[in-house]
């Protein structure tokens, strides 16, 4: 499966995101993106993801063929919306005989927060994705974006954080950092950063990990949604 794609031998990737309601596309050269489309309309990434895809590779003027890996945000995240996204990296790995690279949604949006840091700030960086309600989904990763703890679902109030804030600098980032940042803005060790999730922020961590040869299985990988899914009970009349 590993094999050169391109002419000067570095390496192309597609990135795609679709684990909340933005559907962001990226193309990337050796990590630097070189195309990129996004949309957060919420409701459309099964029908325009694909066209995203062909578009970048358009303005690009790369063919499918040149890809060297497919790299998907694998959650957690919505349910449907990372379903979307597997299913699509899976058919064209498939179809193009490249590996899939699977990155975990949480990583990009420290990645993104991360990027908009000056300096070499020593930093906590604590992602979270909105749960509903005060629950929220996070992780906590170091500088070099490496995980400092597992993936976990978390109650925000103002003590979830406390022992953290009281010891080290920490970056709240993604779309649940909104649900923190009443309880914590008046900490000197809190740092918001709402920057939307973007598959343009996966690119260098998708380089590392195709370069590591940290591929996924297509036929068993499955995204972390983070919660068991469970169907709605119809509630019309006559179908219950």
């Given amino acids: 499966m590993e094999k050169e794609k391109t002419s000067d ?8 995101d679709t684990a ?11 990590g630097e993106v070189i195309a990129y489309r996004e949309n957060s309309d919420g409701n459309s990434h099964a029908r325009i993801l694909l066209p995203f895809v062909e578009e970048v590779l358009k303005e690009a003027s790369v063919k499918p063929d040149e890809l060297a890996a497919v790299a998907v945000s694998m959650g957690p995240g919505s349910y449907t919306g990372l379903r979307i996204g597997t299913s699509t990296a899976k058919g064209l790995c498939y179809a193009l005989d490249i590996p899939l690279i699977a990155v975990p949604t949480l990583q990009i949006i420290a990645a993104g927060a991360l990027a908009n840091l000056p300096g070499e700030k020593d930093v906590t960086l604590c992602p979270m994705l909105d749960a509903r309600r005060m629950e929220v989904f996070t992780a906590q990763y170091d500088r070099d974006l490496q995980p400092l703890n597992d993936v976990q679902a978390v109650i925000v109030d103002e003590n979830t954080f406390a022992e953290l804030l009281e010891n080290h600098q920490t ?20 740092i918001f950063d709402l920057t939307p999730v973007s598959a343009r922020n996966m690119t260098g961590i998708a ?11 297509l036929a068993y990988f499955t995204p972390l949604y983070g919660k068991d899914y469970v169907a709605a009970k119809p509630t019309v009349k006559g179908l219950h």
């Fill in 9 to 16: 031998g570095t390496p192309l990737i597609l990135c795609l």
């Fill in 20 to 30: 909340t309601d933005i559907c962001s596309v990226a193309l990337a050269r050796a």
């Fill in 171 to 190: 970056i709240f980032c993604g779309n649940g950092a909104a649900k923190c940042r009443p309880l914590y803005e008046s900490q000197t060790n809190a």
């Fill in 207 to 217: 380089l590392k990990k195709y370069t590591e040869k940290q591929w996924e299985d």
